[in-house]
């Protein structure tokens, strides 16, 4: 059973930047292809990205290409997001996801362990 927890969200200016962590326990961080999504009020969740095992592949959400990047250490068992130029419709909960395997996904029900979100408000 895989533990996901993600921190550094929080209230940022249009135009800022935020990192967001996922910290991962009780597996084998190794074996998870990690990735973010995210839901507004009202809305299904997106996918946002995800990465390989090895770190080495990743897929990006149209939305998001040349703002968001995704890494991963698996020596720290950690996940980031780095979120620049955010705009006000990136305001949404933000989700970690970790599935077992190597082939990136995109489809949360895809997904195995989740954790439980972090707020990430926009203002304009």
């Known amino acids: 059973q895989v533990q996901l927890v993600e921190s550094g969200g929080g209230l940022v200016q249009a135009g800022g930047s935020l990192r967001l962590s996922c910290a991962a326990s009780g597996g084998t961080f190794s074996s998870y292809t990690m990735a973010w999504f995210r839901q507004a009020p009202g809305a299904e969740r997106e996918f946002v990205t995800a990465?390989?095992?090895?770190?080495?592949?990743?897929d990006v959400a149209d939305s998001v290409k040349d703002r968001f990047t995704i890494s991963k250490d698996n020596a720290k068992n950690t996940v980031y997001l780095q979120m620049n130029s955010l705009k006000p419709e990136d305001t949404a909960v933000y989700y970690c996801?970790?599935?077992?395997?190597?082939?990136?996904?995109?489809?949360?029900?895809?997904?195995?362990?989740w954790g439980q979100g972090t707020q990430v408000t926009v203002s304009s």
């Open positions: 996801a970790a599935r077992l395997g190597g082939i990136l996904y995109s489809v949360p029900k895809l997904f195995d362990y």
């Open positions: 990465i390989s095992r090895s770190g080495g592949v990743t």
